[in-house]
């Protein structure tokens, strides 16, 4: 069957990951050497793929390792029990049977039925979390396996409780010589708190990696290679295609499959199969954009739209009024991702989605013309 090889959507792994060897052996390195690792980079920039390769390779030479997420996590007991159910599917063959026994010892996630007082439950939820964080140095103990802890959306602890990373660090500090951990997260301004903030449990207890752009030359060998592999020729969509999407790994994929889509076995694409595939995807993506758009403050719009269309410096006369604002503008739209440094451009900054900064320099139009 003729299957579109471009998966946009969910972490990738394998074959599908382009370049990020670097990086790999950065966090690798810092592993072995019993560091932490701290991975942050806006949304979609391939992070959990990175950390997917990154499991890969540990447990090659001999570790065990765990993915956790904690997106969405509200209590501690939720806490703990994503860090269970990592143990239980990551850990390998003997390990992972052991741990099979060991998890009915430790301490319970709920509380039996009947009412309960939230003081109760919020210690059942500490000790729980407590015997989950410890079980690297158990592991260890029993089998002699050092384990690389990856915790991904590592700011959704705080949802949990305003000094879970206290609580975490407090338990995990002595496990230098068993495991090492990676923490990732989406939240820039969250992440940059907790491990960049002096009053935070975790200040400089974690080497920062920041995810770049993809790099051109391993995008469009990456691009060339599936579309040949399935019968046909990226041609001269390549070149813009690279263009529009300036490194951004969600946004290269995502226009690779459209494009893919426009383009028949046996054909090759070309730069009007690229506006085709372009206008499409702007128009599914238009409701997202709309969504984003009408949460922002003014402040911040007009920012966003100065820094998309990057005509002039951010801070020249008459931008957004009061210069204050326009810093804190810019701070909170770092924060949350919707812009990153750049030092190639005017504003000294770029919006992350490519695709975002068209539809601001456009316009920002409620429909996307037909071609
Ligand atoms: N190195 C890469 N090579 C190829 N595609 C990539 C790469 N990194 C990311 N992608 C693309 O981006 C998509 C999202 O990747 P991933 O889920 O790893 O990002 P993320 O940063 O963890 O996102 P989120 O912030 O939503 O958790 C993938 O489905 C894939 O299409
Ligand atoms: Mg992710």
Redesign the pocket.
Known sequence: MDVNPF??????GGR?????DGETEQLQRTAEEGNNSRLV?P???????LLRRLTDEVRTDGWEAVYVDFFGVVTLADVAQRIDRAYSRDLSGPVARWYDGLRRTLSGMTVGAGPVSAGVTLAAGTQALQDRLDLPRRVHGKHGRRVLVVFDEFQGVLTAQSDADALIRAEIQHHADVASYVFAG?HVGMMRELFGDRRRAFYAQARELALPP?SDDATAAFLTERFARTGRDVGTALAPLLETCAGH??RT?LLAHALWEQTSQGESADEASFADGLAGTLTELLSEFQGMWSGLPSGQRRVLVQVAENTAGLYAVGTAGRGGSVGTALAALADRGEVMVDASARTGHRVVDPLLALWLREGRPQAWPDR
């Open positions: 998966r946009y959507s969910g972490p990738v599908d990951l382009i370049g990020r980079a949304r979609r920039y391939g992070k959990t793929s989406s993809l790994p969600q994929i």
